[in-house]
């Protein structure tokens, strides 16, 4: 869960200032919540 929160928190930043990239994030962290279960 910590790696999770951090990667979120990078990407939450990063998102700041790229939200045309917000489907692509949306996408990316779907793929990561599947792969966690």
Known sequence: ???????????NKYLKWNKSHLKCFALIMLVIILKQT
């Open 1 to 11: 869960m910590t790696h999770l929160n951090e990667l979120y928190l990078i990407l």
